[in-house]
């Protein structure tokens, strides 16, 4: 069985550019989070989706992230613009239940390099 | 808001020796506590957890332990080998969907 794949592993972008990235979850997860990891800190939720729906985005900072997960499939986050802080690791887990009741399975991270 | 601290940040240890890292959590609702396991340049993989009916959980060289009066949980690795060195992140949720990390603790288990 496939686990999460995100994409892309790694990207170098300028100021002020956009950048997306994808997740595809677990076939048959409904539940599907964004979290960020800045170096030596904590893995910072982002947002959940249940299926297509937002579950919970209090996590994301900014209007300048949109997480979009249309048809309840995979799912993309777009920075735009692009500011030196959104730097780090940005990950996507997907689970069958809910992440306080069960295992979270994340992805390999895709990391953020913000110029 | 919900905080989940974790030390230390770093540790180091010799192999065969045990290690062990803390956390505390703020919210009193607070009742599932996995921990995490990323090592180098790999995915966070879940490798224990523990409901807050429970104190005390073991599965081989790990276990971990949960007082809820002073919101501590703590992860005892014992014998420890020269694979178990990785990031360690603990968690805390309140049985909702949002669960809250800590920031990791890098163990070195030196052979």
């Known amino acids: 069985e496939a686990g999460v794949t995100q994409f892309p592993s790694h990207s170098v972008i300028e100021k002020g550019q956009t950048v997306t990235l994808r997740c595809d979850p677990i076939?048959?997860?409904?539940?599907l989070y964004w979290y960020r990891r800045v170096m030596g800190k904590e893995i910072k939720f982002l947002l959940h989706?249940?299926?297509?729906?937002?579950?919970?985005e209090s996590g994301m900072p900014n209007n300048r992230f949109l997480a979009e997960r249309t048809g309840g499939t995979y799912s993309t986050l777009k920075v735009q613009p692009a500011e030196l802080e959104d730097s780090g690791v940005y990950f996507c887990?997907?689970?069958?239940?809910?992440?306080?009741?069960?295992?979270?399975?994340f992805g390999e991270g895709s990391r953020l390099t913000v110029l | 808001g919900e905080n989940v601290e974790q030390h230390p940040s770093t540790l180091s240890v010799q192999e065969g020796d045990s290690a062990v890292i803390k956390c505390t959590y703020s919210d009193s609702a607070s009742n599932y506590f996995p921990w995490y396991k990323q090592e180098l340049g790999k995915r966070p993989q879940l490798i224990i957890d523990i409901r807050s009916n429970v104190g005390e959980k073991k599965d081989q060289r790990i276990a971990v332990t949960l007082n809820k009066t002073a919101k501590h949980f703590s992860l005892h690795i014992t014998e420890t080998q020269p694979e178990d060195s990785a990031v360690y992140f603990c968690?805390?949720?309140?049985?909702?969907?949002?669960?809250?990390f800590g920031a990791g603790t890098r163990l070195f288990v030196k052979a």
């Open positions: 887990a997907s689970g069958l239940q809910g992440a306080g009741t069960g295992e979270l399975f």
């Open positions: 968690a805390a949720s309140t049985g909702g969907f949002k669960t809250i």
């Open positions: 076939s048959g997860h409904d539940n």
């Open positions: 989706f249940v299926k297509e729906s937002k579950q919970d």
